[in-house]
């Protein structure tokens, strides 16, 4: 009796396990559940975000041991001390953008490239900058791998934005400046939007508008803590020569 129960104990556990593993779905249900209780609670409403958001595997952006946690409520480590934002922020950014389907987009702070991936489906190109060499080169694999190909990682400082593909109709940047870059505000076409978080430790996500005089508006949104944007002299001078993927 008891070497029956030893032997399909086992067996139906395995059986399971393998079912779960070949299940590509499984964090589909997942994923529904945080577009409706962290997104569409509190106000996210863009039907192509919320889309994106819902068709965007995030478990495949964190590290491996984390997977299980990737559609919750908040930030996680991405390995050389960065992070990925919060579902809610990264679905409030991409909405604030405004987005149509025809923009080419500068992203500042690559990181797993998961924001990228979210953008992806809904603008023509993104163009996104990493400081740290070891993320922009795991993020280009990914996007490559999962093939989104209108997606362009550059290992580089995003000081010095993106000048060869400017002027950008609009600019996300998930690293906090401590006051709004210039040369960002340079690289936009007028009527773009610049969504970003500024600050040292108090951070205001705003929403910088360029207008036809070149004067820029200025909107605040909510409080957020986001990892500085950092300056590096060594990277920026070898990064604005590096392109990873095309
Ligand atoms: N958008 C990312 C999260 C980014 S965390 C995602 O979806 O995963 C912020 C990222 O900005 C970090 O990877 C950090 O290395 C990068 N960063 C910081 N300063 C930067 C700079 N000056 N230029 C480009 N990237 C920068």
Redesign the pocket.
Known sequence: MYQIKFVIIPFFFCLSCAAEKTDAGWWQKKADMMVKNQLEKRGIHDEGVIRSMRETPRHI?VPENLRDLAYEDGPLP?G?G????QPYI?ALMTELLELNGDERILE????????AAVLSPLVKKVYS????KS?AERASEKLNEMQYHNVVVKWG???QGWAEYSPYDAIIV??APDRIPQTLIDQMKIGGRLVLPVGTYFQKLKVVTKMRDGETGEKNIIPVR??P???SEKTSKEGSKFQISE
């Open positions: 952006f991405i050389e960065q992070t990925i934002s990264v500042i702070g690559t990181g797993s490239g998961y924001q900058i990493e400081i740290v993320l400082d995003g000081y998930t690293a986001f990892v944007m950092v300056h």
